[in-house]
C-alpha cells in the first residue's frame, strides 16, 4: 500500500468504509469515472469480503421476486448480466446453471403462477413446466410444477471483490484492512473516520457497512427509523457422492410475506453442493453460530419498537425457523419436500452467514435497498439480496448519487475530468422516480 499523503490537510477526497462487494465495487467506480480523484477504502477485518459477501450461496439472481420497477428488481436485472460480464472479462470463476422454483402442493402452485407472471414483468424469460417436464431435466428432484429460469447462476463473490479491488488500487484507491472506524465526525468541510490505528479526514465519506449500516448512519446524525437486524442463515454441505443430485440451482417457492427465500439447494462453484438457508435470528450482529452472543447488539434491538411489532407479526414463522435450526431433522424435512432421497446424515457442517435486515419502526421489514445521505456522506442503510448479483449497478447508482450531491463541490478538487463508468452504460441503472 501507498503512504498517504497528508499535505493537503486530507487523507482522501472520499473515504468509502467497508470493504465488501458493494463498497469494493463503489470504489472501483468512482476511481473510472473521475480519473484522479483520491480514495480511501476502510475495512475493520484483515481481509475483504469477510462477511456478508464471503458468507452467501454464491447466486446469481436474475430478478424473478422483485416488484418492477423498484431498485432491488433494477439492480438485480442489470446486475446478472454486468456479473457474467465481469467475471468473464476478469477471470472469476462464473458457471450459467439456471434455476428451478420447485412448488410441491397447490398453495405453492398458485404462488409459482404469480412468480411466473412477476418473471415477464421483470423482462426474464421464464420456462413454465408441469410436473412430467420437471421430472425430465432433473430426475431426482419432485414437484407439482416448477419455473425454469436461465440467467440465474453462480459465482466466487470473494474473488469477484479482489479483482474490484485491484482495479480500485490501479485508480488510486487506497485500501487499509485492520481499521475498524469507531467513530465518525462529519463538518461543513469534510467528515473524519475514527479507527484504533488512528483518524482519516475526507471530503466526503460513502458508508457499505451492511451489518453495521445503522450505527455509521446515526454517527453522520442521520435520523433512525430503522434499524439493523441481524439473521443467520445456516447451511448444509452434501457429501461428495451426492455433487452430481441436480444440474440447475433448485429453490422452493417464497412466502411472500417474508424476504427470505426459503431452503434451497446450491451448486457452488467449488463443484459441492450446498442445502440452505434458514433464516434464524441472530444473537449478535456477527452472530455466526448460537453460542455467538453480544449483550450490547441485543440491548440495540430489543430497545426498538419495530423490532417488537415485526417480532409479533412473523412470531409463528420465526419460532418454526429456529426450532428447524436446533432440531435437524425439521430441516432436512424441508429438503425434503422437493428433494425426498437426502437423509440426515447427507446434512454436513457448512458456515453460516448473517444477514443485515433493516426494519423499520412500524416493523416492516425492508424488502429494497435503502440509501440516506447527510451533507457530506452517502450510506446503504439496507442493501438485501441480491446486493452480491448487483453490486456492479449498485456502485454505479452511489456514484451517480456522488455526483448529484457533491461532485459540484468547490471544496473537491482533483486532477482530470469525468471518465467513463466500470459497467457499460446500458448496464447503468436509471434514477429511480
Known sequence: MNTIDRSRGYDADVSIIGGGIVGVSTAMQLTRRYPGISGLLLEKEPTLAAHQSGHNSGMIHAGVYYAPGNLRAEFCRRGAAATYEFARRHGVPVEQCGKLIVATNDIEVERLNALYTRCRQNHLDPQLLDEAALRKIEPRIVGRAAIRVAASGIADYPSMTAAMARLAQN???????????EALHEDANGVTAETPHG????????????LMADRLASMCNIELDFRIVPFRGEYFRLPASKNDIVKHLIYPVPDPELPFLGVH?????????TVGPNA????AREGYRWRDVNLGDLASIASFGGFWKMLRKHRVSGLAEARNS??????LELCQKYCPELELCDLNPHPAGVRA??????????HDFLIRSSRRSLHVCNAPSPAATSALPIGAYLVEQFEKHFAASPSLVFSGKPGVSAIDPSEAPSHPA
Open 171 to 181: 485508480g488510486g484507491t487506497q485500501i487499509l484492512l485492520d481499521r475498524r472506524v
Open 199 to 210: 483518524s482519516y479526514r475526507a471530503r466526503f465519506a460513502i458508508a457499505c457497512t451492511g
Open 280 to 283: 434464524v435470528l441472530a444473537l
Open 357 to 366: 435486515q433493516a426494519i423499520m419502526s412500524d416493523g416492516t421489514m425492508v
Open 265 to 273: 439447494l446450491t451448486r457452488m462453484i467449488g463443484g459441492y453442493v
Open 326 to 331: 436446533i432440531w435437524r431433522k425439521g430441516y
